[in-house]
């Protein structure tokens, strides 16, 4: 690892914290909890703002690097795991826990895919919308959309007339909560496997 890269990687790893206490600070202020009126307030709020805009660019410059260069990717995503390789049995055993991981969490992946392409509506309608003399209706509904599409507004009015009992059409958690899961997930099984293989061997 050279020199700049050493540095990119500190200055993130280092930076964390600070983000963290500029972040609090920037929630009261915004907030009000934390008066607005004051000098010293408003400076630590314009610098909080520059030090997102640098620590972004710092991990977005660290991203490309990782995905771009292999030397650097091992040796920093290494320490990130905890992953050692000091002989042929702990490489070996190293393969074997990677193996287990990414098949685990592409099973993961796809469970998640299916969530989010399956909907499910249970809903009644007024008797003088009765259907056959049914009242109760269940619908299925199967979506996949590439891009994020805002939701329509103006729905027809027999949709305020529905008695909604049991609607589910997503996830209900966010695209950067599914991310850092899956993140820690890797870390986690990762380590776990490889505990467990190394208790076995």
Known sequence: ???????????????????????????????????????????????AGLLYAIWMTLSIVLSIRLMVSGPFRDQVLSRFTFIRERDEREVMLTGKATKTTFLTTLAILMFLFCLSCFQVSIYRVPPEKAVDG??????????????????????????????????YSGLPISSSAIILGLLIWQICSYNITMRRLTNKA
Request: aromatic share 14%.
């Open 1 to 47: 690892m050279n020199r700049a890269d050493s540095v990119l990687v500190k200055v993130f790893l280092y930076g964390l914290p600070i983000i963290a206490i500029f972040g609090v600070f920037s929630y009261s202020y915004n907030t009000g909890i934390i008066d607005h009126a004051t000098g010293t307030a408003q400076f630590f709020n314009k610098l």
């Open 134 to 167: 049914k009242t109760g209706f269940v619908t299925l509904g199967l979506t996949c959309n590439l891009l994020e599409n805002s939701k329509q507004v103006g729905a027809h009015n027999d949709e305020f007339l529905k008695q909604n009992i049991f609607t």
